[in-house]
C-alpha cells in the first residue's frame, strides 16, 4: 500500500472503532434495558396466572402405564401415538379395574382437573395430516360419562375462565385465535 492509502486506512479504522466504542455503551444499555422489561412482563405474567388459576394442570410422560396425579389414583395413562415435533395420544385406563368409556379412544397431554370432572383432549384421528382435530370434553368419574364440550382445531388451547356452570375455552393457531363458551 502506499502512503496515502495507508493513512486512509488509518483514518477510517480509527473512525470506525471511534464509533463502535462510542456506540457500543448505548446498545449494551439497550439490550439490559430490553432483558430486565422481559423480565418484568414474564414475572408479572406469572402473579397473574398464580391469581387465577385455571384448575391443576397434569403433565403426562412417555412411560408404560403411569397414574395421573390429581385424580386421587383413579386413573392411568400410557402413551400410543407420537406425532414428530409435536403432542403424544395417550390411552387412559380406570385404576380399579372397572370398564371405562375412556378406554376407546385417544386423549391428548391436556388434562385440566375442575370440581366437576376432567377436562380432556379426545382426538378424533390419529392420523398426522388430519390433525389437530378433537373434541374437548368433560369425563365425571362418578358416572363414568365423557361428554363433549366443544371441538377445537388446535393444539394451543387452554381454559380461559369459569363462572358458574359456564366454562371459556381460548385458543390460537399460529395465525387467528379464539374463543369459545361452554356450559357445563
Known sequence: ?????????????????AIFIVCYPILASFGLVFIGLTFFFSKISELLTRIKPEGHKVVLKETDWETMPYTNELIEAKVCKQIMFG??????RRKDG???????HVFGNKVR??????????????DS????DFDICLYDP???????L??????????AEKVDNELSFKWFDGTQGGEVKVAL
Open 87 to 92: 403432542p403424544s395420544g395417550f390411552r387412559l
Open 150 to 159: 366443544t371441538n377445537i382445531k388446535c393444539f394451543d388451547w387452554h381454559v
Open 129 to 132: 395430516k388430519e390433525m389437530p
Open 98 to 104: 372397572v370398564p371405562s368409556v375412556l378406554e376407546d
Open 1 to 17: 500500500m502506499s502512503k496515502v492509502q495507508l493513512f486512509f486506512h488509518h483514518s477510517f479504522r480509527f473512525i470506525w472503532n
Open 113 to 126: 382437573v375442575l370440581e366437576e370432572g376432567y377436562i380432556l383432549e379426545k382426538w378424533n384421528t390419529l
Open 142 to 148: 362418578d358416572e363414568d360419562s365423557l361428554r363433549p
